[in-house]
């Protein structure tokens, strides 16, 4: 899941009060589904001078799915990078743009992309009601006006971005989402066929995301049945996917009702070590997550071992070399650092661990893994 | 699934246009949750002079849960009993009450109850903002207005009328529901302690409503990825809720999760055989749904031989006995009847036998498993 720090505090103990989840209202899933967009859009259209502004990932860019936007009256395509994972300064650059380009304000947002892009549009949607900048509701709960309506199309699964309230960006001070219910999307498009083309290593980094999230989850201390009903069905998809003989297509369905259940599982549980180990990583060395958990999880053999071994047969399964000596180039100290990082998530620990998680890893533990890396 | 005569439309083929399927925008699970209504009521209330009205099964009349009843200001406690199968009238008469009761109109309805208490508390919030009789609005996307502000609390697990946008009503005319986006509830609250008590025969026959509708809809020719991994999870659950160990309270909480998924599922599937025969038994004999998927499944090895076989190994775990001579009274002609509502659900059968279903099915087979019962 893309949720990083935040996860600290965004994801719960499944105890009391416990937490009102807020859902997608409004989903459609099958392969084509993309060409209704318009149809839905057309409902939602305020008048011919609020447009719909369509954040779309470039790789798109001069492909024919640009050709399949429904693209009318004052509607604006704006193109984005998901090379750097989205920050407060693009957000509030994308809503002075869209304010300065149409003389009335969108009549919604339509996140097409990665977890990059989703987050994009739903920080965009809530800044378009909300005063000041983005940096200022980096939190939990600081959004006060509801955002502007907003839908997300994912075209690459794992990271469960279309069904969570958090929107991770990196601002002046700290990397840390907007976690708000008014950041929950409006409406979701799944077309699996959108995800057709993407390169394989993004392919498995980001559907690690979920397995990786799913084995955490499942594992921990904090679980109730609602999150273990969704995590169970998001692993038991993400082992098709990987290990099974799917045709190419079922293979897409699957793996997106994967990541589409395994951010449903959120609700009530936590991650783990290799979430808190990979932070440490992202945040010092600024490598992405989904390869960020891919590179810890592999010398997690003592914490999960089950789902390491897994790992390792789809890694073998589909032939996919991890980068090494990653950390090589580390001082003793950069090394410190990153472990403080890491032990710093203590629900991750807690929920990995128990109560006690403190006698049971120690800081040499954690160098001896990162030095692996 | 509580959806009778509808299912006919309102479930769909996975084809071209997909349906927007409408979801629960709020949900909170866990034991004892329901104390969390208080505070989830406080941000909807209008004013002190537009009430909360719960609408409650009669059985929990001089229970402790009324007690816990979050009623302040003009609130309204109305029991209704579950006998019977709700109509038009009654919705009607319910909606004239309320407004003749308070000088405003409610801040929301909270239904706490089964199958049928769900279906009143979303037909109530939908007449109260929409003229005329509710018998005017059975059909499919009737309803112009959104509804009042609705809250569902299920107190039993099977039925998967806590998600669906399906109200059963009988009318002067007809036995049909109200299908509209806005029945779907605003919010659900389930808190698996409310079905403790349940009596045993009841949880057996609304637990069979979830696991039967399963078995159909994964079994037939009308499925996509989405519905099955609902489909499939609810299935699973009921398995080990029905043929496990389980603890009691891991039983109740794993049970309300099948509900919910198994009502998930409808979105891109459809029912079969067990519901066409149910749905003639119903019409003809009044006999409730539940028990009447029971009695017909009971003999359907021909079409669901391993799902049947784990049927009766669940009757036997629990000791269920079904009504035997059922019937027996009936005249030929009124047999004949029954099988011409059963062979009218059309898409049922195909989706059961495939577009050729005539050719796999005889009036003289129905027969024979009808005098069975």
Redesign the interface.
């Known amino acids: 899941m893309n949720e990083k720090k935040e996860i600290e505090t965004d994801t719960m103990k499944?105890?009391?009060?416990?937490?009102?989840?807020?859902?997608?209202?409004?989903?459609?899933?099958?392969r084509?589904?993309f060409?209704?967009l318009g149809?839905?859009l057309l409902a939602r259209r305020i008048s011919i001078d609020a447009p719909m502004i369509y954040l779309v990932d470039d790789v798109f860019e001069g492909t024919e799915l640009v050709g399949r936007l429904p693209v009318i009256f004052q509607d604006q395509v704006i193109f984005i990078s998901a090379d750097e994972e989205p920050s407060t300064i693009q957000v509030d650059t994308l809503v002075a743009r869209i304010k300065t380009d149409h003389s009335e304000r969108p009549s919604g947002i339509i996140g097409i992309g990665g977890g990059t892009l989703l987050d994009l549009a739903k920080a965009v949607s809530v800044m378009l009601n909300n005063k000041g900048s983005a940096a200022e509701y980096q939190g939990w709960d600081l959004v006060q006006r509801p955002s502007c309506y907003h839908v997300g199309i994912p075209t690459i699964s794992g990271t469960g971005a279309e069904v969570s309230r958090t929107t991770v960006l990196s601002g002046p001070e700290r990397k840390l989402g907007i976690n708000s219910d008014y950041s929950t999307f409006d409406?979701v498009i799944?077309d699996?066929d959108l995800t057709e083309g993407v390169p394989k290593d993004q392919w498995f980094y980001t559907g690690m995301d979920c397995y990786i999230h799913c084995i955490e989850s499942l594992q921990g201390t904090f679980l109730?049945?609602?999150s273990q009903?969704?995590g169970?069905?998001a692993l038991?998809?993400c082992r098709e996917v990987f290990l099974g003989d799917l045709p190419p297509e079922?293979s897409r369905?699957?793996l997106?009702?994967a990541s589409w259940?395994g951010g449903m599982s959120i609700?009530?549980s936590q991650v783990g070590v290799a979430h808190a180990m990979s932070y440490g990583l992202s945040f010092i060395l600024g490598i992405r997550h989904g390869l960020g958990n891919c590179l810890v999880f592999q010398h997690l053999q003592d914490y999960y071992p089950e789902g390491v071994a897994q790992f390792h047969r789809m890694m073998v399964k589909h032939n996919i070399s991890l980068p090494t000596g990653v950390c090589a180039g580390l001082t003793e100290k950069e090394l410190d650092q990153i472990v403080e990082i890491a032990l710093g998530m203590v629900p991750l620990w807690e929920n990995a661990l128990g109560p006690d998680w403190r006698s049971k890893v120690s800081r040499e533990d954690l160098k001896r893994i990162y030095r692996k890396i």
């Open positions: 499944a105890r009391k009060p416990f937490r009102n989840f807020p859902m997608v209202p409004r989903v459609v899933f099958g084509g589904s060409d209704q149809d839905i409406q799944l699996p109730n049945a609602f009903s969704y169970d069905k038991q998809l079922e369905d699957k997106m009702m259940h609700a009530y």
